[in-house]
């Protein structure tokens, strides 16, 4: 079983960039679809990105669609989420999670078998 670390969290203004990345340990990492999630204070657990096990198949939940890019490299065992012109409501804690059955690449989280610790992510208007 994999084990997930984010990074690339801070604060940004309206507009601007960040890069997350989703660096995992253990000799598996292929064998896991890989997706991210944020959650912001009072509101649920939300599907922001997802890739399937090789990176080919990419989805967005649609209010980051035409924003954010994820990419997946299996040889360095990484998954980054490029966010680009972040606004105030893409604030939260971003997790990776692993989910070796694909249901990740949907949006639900019910099948996740590694969750990350999460990476915080401010965007100031």
């Known amino acids: 079983q994999v084990q997930l670390v984010e990074s690339g969290g801070g604060m940004v203004q309206a507009g601007g960039s960040l890069r997350l990345s989703c660096a995992a340990s253990g000799s598996s990492f292929s064998t896991y679809c890989i997706g991210w999630f944020r959650q912001s204070p009072g509101k649920e657990r939300e599907f922001v990105a997802a890739?399937?096990?090789?990176?080919?198949?990419?989805y967005y939940a649609d209010s980051v669609k035409g924003r954010f890019t994820i990419s997946r490299d299996n040889a360095e065992n990484t998954v980054d989420l490029q966010m680009d012109n972040l606004q105030p409501e893409d604030s939260g804690v971003y997790y990776c999670a692993a989910d070796r059955s694909g249901s990740v690449v949907a949006g639900l989280t019910g099948n996740v078998d590694v969750w990350g610790q999460g990476t915080q992510v401010t965007v100031s208007s």
């Open positions: 890739t399937t096990w090789n990176g080919e198949a990419k």
